[in-house]
């Protein structure tokens, strides 16, 4: 089952994050990063990315997988980057959060399958320790109060980003929305569980054999990742860009046009 403890789990509050366009420089927007920061800082030098004056969007899925995961503390710290929260985001939530040590464990178990294991060398710690911990009747971020930084940064992340100017609407989210979702009413949608389990984990669309079929009303265009390509792909008016930093080292950076 795809979607970890997604069903046992209270979230924050649904929230999309609103933003108008860059008026000082550029706004961009990757695909999933997964830890591949040093490949993310080649992308951005070969654009003559500027801190000053561009910012940088994320589809989510800055951590797991890749080799450099604890580095994505220091990108949710800059005012220049911003970053929609993933379905590995959420699963490091879902174990760190959870208050049932059944329930802990088996959200722990699937994050460090998924790319998690990354977490007990930051802690400084063997992850046979951390999987023992993991059942103890007290929050694990008690035991691990490093974690708490963790916990803090992810859950501040926004389910969907719309960045705004006089002419369109462009959305940034990290799977996919459901087709009969208008983008305008999406945040009042995202307290029902299968809208916020398409966000975070569907391939419904991009897997479909009629994906042409797909468009999300009330919405120029939409920039999302999570289904690993080999070259972004546009279905409707959504706009598909991981194409495997930690697997193909190929991380996609599109410049947003005004």
């Given at each position: 089952?795809?979607n970890?403890?997604l ?11 609103y ?34 004056r ?46 049932i ?24 710690i ?11 009747d007290?929050l ?10 963790w ?35 999406l945040e ?5 569980p ?18 042409r079929?797909y ?6 265009e939409?920039?999302a ?34």
């Amino acid at each position: 089952m795809e979607n970890s403890v997604l069903y046992k789990q209270e979230y924050d509050r649904s929230k999309v994050q609103y933003l108008f366009k860059n008026s000082k420089g550029r706004d961009f927007v990757c695909g999933d990063i997964h830890g591949c920061f040093d490949l993310l800082e080649e992308k951005l030098l070969s654009l003559e990315f500027d801190p000053q004056r561009d910012r940088l969007f994320s589809v989510g899925d800055i951590i797991d997988r890749g080799e450099d995961s604890a580095k994505a503390l220091f990108y949710l710290q800059q005012n220049w980057f911003y970053s929609i929260r993933g379905n590995h985001e959420q699963m490091f939530l879902d174990w760190c959060r959870e208050t049932i040590p059944v329930f802990r464990a088996d959200a722990f178990r699937y994050h460090m399958h998924n790319g998690g294991s990354w977490v007990a060398d930051y802690l400084g710690i063997h992850i046979q320790q951390l999987n023992d911990d993991i059942l103890d009747d007290a929050l694990i971020t008690k035991k691990y109060p490093a974690l708490n930084q963790w916990v803090e940064a992810l859950s501040v992340l926004p389910y969907a980003m719309e960045i705004k100017s006089s002419r369109k609407k462009i959305g940034i989210i990290h799977a996919e929305i459901p087709q009969e979702v208008n983008w305008s009413s999406l945040e009042a949608e995202l307290n029902k569980p299968r809208v916020l389990y398409s966000l975070l984990y569907s391939r419904k669309y991009i897997h479909s054999l009629r994906p042409r079929k797909y468009s999300i009303a009330g919405v120029s265009e939409i920039y999302a990742g999570h289904t690993i390509i080999d070259s972004p792909q546009k279905i409707g008016n959504t706009h598909y860009i991981d194409t495997g930093a930690y697997s193909k080292n190929n991380l996609t950076v599109v410049e947003l046009a005004n």
